[in-house]
Structures are given as C-alpha cells and as structure tokens.
C-alpha cells in the first residue's frame, strides 16, 4: 500500500523559508518521478514541482520557480521541497504524491501560511 506522510509547514512570515518532507512508503522512490502539488481555501489543486526518477531533473510551476528547490533523499525514502522568499500567495496545503496521470491516494497534506 502507497502511502504520503507530509510535514513540514507552519505559519511563517513573508520572505521567509519552510522545508517540507514527504515520507513515502509502499514504493521505491527511485523508480518514481515524483511531484508536489498545492491547494488553497477555493482553488483547485495544482502543481507546484516535480523530480525525476533519478532526481537530476526538476520542474517549477512559474510562480515558484527560483524560489523553490526540489530534492530526494533516497536511503529514507523521503522527496523535500525548500520554499524560500515566501509570499501569501503560497499559503495552501501541500501534497506530495507521484507524477503522472495514476496517481496514489492523497496523504493528508501539511498546511503552509504566510502571513504578517
């Protein structure tokens, strides 16, 4: 059974940094290209970034990218996402889940708010 274990996200203020950790189980993270995807109060949910199998390639959603950094730790089986220069427009739960058109039931996400 594929599960998500998000964690990582708090209340932070504008211009600031949170790292979030997805601990995965259920499937080898290294035969996955992976994603993080996000959902505020209304929207949808969208995607943020996403890594391949290997972890050499990465790809941000326009809004985030050169704030944003994407990374896996193979050996815990665990994808990060670094936020940094953090504005109130990334405040949303926060998703990981594997990329792609079949995707693994959601885990229950970690809460980001930037605020003042």
């Known amino acids: 059974q594929v599960q998500f274990e998000e964690s990582g996200g708090g209340l932070v203020q504008p211009g600031g940094s949170l790292r979030l950790s997805c601990v995965t189980s259920g499937l080898v993270l290294s035969n996955y290209a992976m994603a993080w995807h996000r959902q505020a109060p209304g929207k949808e949910r969208e995607l943020v970034a996403s890594?391949?199998?290997?972890?050499?390639?990465?790809w941000f959603t326009e809004s985030v990218r050169g704030r944003f950094a994407l990374s896996k730790e193979f050996a815990k089986s665990t994808l990060y996402l670094q936020m940094a220069r953090l504005k109130p427009e990334d405040s949303a739960v926060y998703y990981c889940n594997v990329h792609g058109s079949e995707l693994y039931p959601w885990g229950q996400g970690t809460q980001v708010t930037v605020s003042s």
């Open positions: 890594i391949s199998t290997s972890g050499r390639t990465v």
